[in-house]
């Protein structure tokens, strides 16, 4: 069955760091876009971060462009989600999705990770 795999949520202080994992169960075409998005209770699916898996420009949401940074592990199957400078309206479910468009749209995506918690106190 094919999966994602999220891991490194957590609970941290404003200014901490975390790095968050996603590993992809199957072999991902180089045409795939991986991405991450951010859920609170009450609202949308939010878009944070995209990269194309062939490698490329990343693509970032305005609230946290210069503070997190989308990067892959091809060998690894893997996409991480570094993020620096973390803010308490950083908090949140964070996903990981694969998709086929270079879009921010979260209906855009076919696969979704199970989530993990990010929460950042004051």
């Known amino acids: 069955q094919a999966r994602l795999v999220e891991s490194g949520g957590g609970s941290v202080q404003a200014g901490d760091s975390l790095r968050l994992s996603c590993t992809a169960s199957?072999?991902?075409?180089?045409?795939?876009?991986m991405s991450w998005f951010r859920q609170t209770p009450g609202k949308e699916r939010e878009f944070v971060a995209l990269?194309?898996?062939?490698?490329?420009?990343?693509l970032y949401a305005d609230s946290v462009k210069g503070r997190f940074t989308i990067s892959t592990d091809r060998p690894a199957n893997t996409v991480f989600l570094q993020m620096n400078s973390l803010k308490e309206d950083d908090t949140g479910v964070y996903y990981c999705?694969?998709?086929?468009?270079?879009?921010?749209?979260?209906?855009?995506?076919?696969?979704w990770g199970q989530g993990t918690q990010v929460t950042v106190g004051s």
């Open positions: 999705a694969v998709g086929s468009r270079y879009e921010t749209n979260y209906r855009s995506f076919d696969s």
């Open positions: 990269i194309r898996w062939r490698g490329g420009s990343a």
């Open positions: 199957w072999r991902l075409y180089s045409s795939s876009v």
